[in-house]
């Protein structure tokens, strides 16, 4: 299959949904990252999303609408705290879990009667599904287990001769996927953090939002996985990944010990001319926004380096950082140095 990459226009724009009504694949930019696109309610075509990433079928798609009314169908009840939550946050990255509708495809879902449902604020997605009138299954357009692109030449590398359109919208602004909350049970949990954070929701819903343990630890053997998507290797680049937990200092003086052909380092803004070794910078330090819009590029070029080992400054734990944190720490397979 010929893979065309097309700037974004009233053409594009058709084009692609001309290939959603037809139940085919779309790749296009949202606010998050990029996105593989397929009519939620067509098994056949959702079915191609999982073949084109080599995703597990039992992981779960999120469908993407651009108004309230389109929920009709693909949740069975708006939870008044998704209601809360929609009010202050979408559109946005953010995805809310609820009770599945009946038009969305148990392919979509993977079975579960539940069913993540997120409204984009990018205007090339809500372009595209107006123009379509589809309500699209839509995960990251990386292969199975890679960073998310964040824009269409990392998609195009993934993706080429997988689908038939990638439409360009330049690079995504967030950097990350968006925050995966649950609304269905006795209290809202937290499925995977992202850029609108636990601490603004727990505002607007006046109690605490839960987290689930996979998102920061990770999983004891037997346990379960509230999002089916925390269980699997992800994000994750060629090299080794070693997040080093410390002051700069430590890390610098770690680094020195450690130099050697391969080594290299994934540091904050202004900290690479220091280091003893060669450096791909991700963002500011203490300041997740950034860190959150570099980091999967900066992911993607250390593969593109050759790195070999790659020691990574360790970002928080809180706010939007907690998501980098959440990517770094499965890109690392969980190794983490106490300095
Ligand atoms: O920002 C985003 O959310 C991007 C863009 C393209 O919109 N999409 C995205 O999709 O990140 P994906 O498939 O890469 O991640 C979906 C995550 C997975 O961790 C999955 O397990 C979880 O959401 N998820 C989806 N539906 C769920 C459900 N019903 N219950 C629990 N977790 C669910
Ligand atoms: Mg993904």
């Known amino acids: 299959m010929k893979t065309q990459v097309l700037p974004v226009n009233e053409q594009s724009i058709t084009l692609a949904a001309q290939l959603l009504r037809q139940g085919d694949l779309v790749a296009l930019p949202t606010e998050t990252v990029y996105g593989i696109a397929a009519d939620a309610r067509n098994g056949q075509a959702v079915h191609k999303i999982f073949e084109a ?92 287990g890679k960073p998310s692109p964040t824009n269409a030449q990392d998609t195009l590398a993934d993706m080429d001769g997988r689908l038939p359109l990638i439409l360009d919208g330049g690079e995504s602004a967030v950097g990350v996927e968006s925050t995966v909350v649950s609304v269905v049970g006795e209290h809202p949990m937290l499925l995977r953090p992202g850029y609108v954070t636990k601490e603004q929701m727990e505002a607007v819903l006046g109690e605490e939002v839960l987290v689930s343990p996979a998102i920061l630890e990770k999983l004891q053997e037997g346990e379960v996985a509230r999002s089916p998507g925390m269980k699997y290797k992800h994000y994750a680049p060629k090299a080794q990944v070693t997040l ?58 250390l593969d593109r380096q050759g790195a070999r080992v790659v020691y990574a400054r360790c970002p928080e734990q809180s706010g939007v950082s907690m998501a980098v944190y959440n990517r770094l720490i499965r890109a690392a397979a969980f190794r983490v140095v106490n300095l």
Request: hydrophobic residues 45%; aromatic residues 6%; contains cysteine.
């Open 53 to 144: 990433k080599g995703r597990p079928q039992d992981n779960p798609l999120i469908v993407h609408i651009c108004g309230m009314e389109m929920l009709r169908g693909i949740v069975a009840e708006v939870p008044p705290r998704a209601e809360k939550l929609a009010a202050a946050f979408w559109p946005g990255p953010l995805t809310m879990v609820m009770p599945r509708g009946r038009e969305v495809s148990e392919v979509t879902c993977a079975g579960l009667d539940t069913v993540g449902v997120r409204m984009p604020s990018h205007p090339v997605v809500q372009a595209v599904i107006r123009a379509s009138g589809v309500a699209f299954a839509a995960p990251s357009a990386n292969l199975s």
């Open 244 to 301: 080093l937990r410390g002051s700069f200092a430590a890390y610098r003086d770690y680094l020195a010990a450690h130099a050697e052909p391969g080594v290299w380092a994934l540091c904050f803004d202004g900290e690479g001319a220091q280091l003893p070794v060669p450096s791909i910078e991700y963002g500011r330090n203490h300041d997740g926004v950034t860190q959150a819009r570099h980091l999967f590029t900066a992911l993607r070029d």
